[in-house]
T-cell receptor
Framework: DAGVIQSPRHEVTEMGQEVTLRCKPI?????LFWYRQTMMRGLELLIYFNNNVPIDDSGMPEDRFSAKMPNASFSTLKIQPSEPRDSAVYFC???????????????FGDGTRLSIL | GQSLEQPSEVTAVEGAIVQINCTYQ??????LSWYQQHDGGAPTFLSYNALDGLEETGRFSSFLSRSDSYGYLLLQELQMKDSASYFC??????????WGAGTKLIIKP
């Protein structure tokens, strides 16, 4: 079975540019999470969706960040305009049945390594 | 409020046993998960404890004491490939995982 697929794997862009990160969750999973990981702040939950609906976006750092999930098999995280402090590894993860079965693991994609110059 | 404590770094010898402790405080608690992350890789699920006691999966075991808000991950017969960061992640009242800084496990030959 295919895991969570993220693209691009690496992104280097200049400050001020728009960045779009993409994620395809595992088929059948009804929860999707976007995380950011840095050495300084560790792994931070940015936003998560349940059945394509955003449930909690309190971790989104500011209005420059936005996320969408137009259907069950695709989500995007957009940063506009990007800043050097946005440089991090961004992970997408998916899982199923959190409310019914809290032990369901989150499956992570390989991440997007983002560098803003 | 919520808090999570793990040692930042643990060093052990190949073939030995190591225990990584985790104490947590959450508003609502629905179990404790453990994840492994190799340098440059993604977190991968290791185990989940919903009830008190020990869960064993091969060389890895995880323990939970809900009354003490405490858990640990036990790694036996350490191999060099076990060098990684290990995260305990309690599940809080909104069912979502709480992540800390993790424990970097260094294994020496």
């Amino acid at each position: 079975d295919a895991g969570v697929i993220q693209s691009p794997r690496h992104e280097v862009t200049e400050m001020g540019q728009e960045v779009t990160l993409r994620c395809k969750p595992i088929s059948g999973h009804d929860y999707l999470f976007w995380y950011r990981q840095t050495m300084m702040r560790g792994l931070e939950l940015l936003i998560y969706f349940n059945n394509n609906v955003p449930i909690d976006d309190s971790g989104m750092p500011e209005d420059r960040f936005s996320a969408k999930m137009p259907n069950a098999s695709f989500s995007t995280l957009k940063i506009q305009p990007s800043e050097p402090r946005d440089s991090a590894v961004y992970f997408c993860a998916s899982s199923m049945g959190q409310g019914v079965a809290p032990g369901q693991p989150q499956h992570f994609g390989d991440g997007t390594r983002l560098s803003i110059l | 409020g919520q808090s999570l404590e793990q040692p930042s770094e643990v060093t052990a010898v190949e073939g030995a046993i190591v225990q990584i402790n985790c104490t947590y405080q959450t508003s609502g608690f629905y179990g404790l998960s453990w994840y492994q992350q190799h340098d440059g890789g993604a977190p991968t699920f290791l185990s989940y404890n919903a009830l008190d006691g020990l869960e064993e999966t091969g060389r890895f075991s995880s323990f939970l004491s809900r009354s003490d808000s405490y858990g640990y991950l036990l790694l036996q017969e350490l191999q060099m490939k076990d060098s990684a960061s290990y995260f305990c992640a309690p599940r809080g009242s909104n069912y979502q995982l709480i992540w800390g800084a993790g424990t970097k496990l260094i294994i020496k030959p």
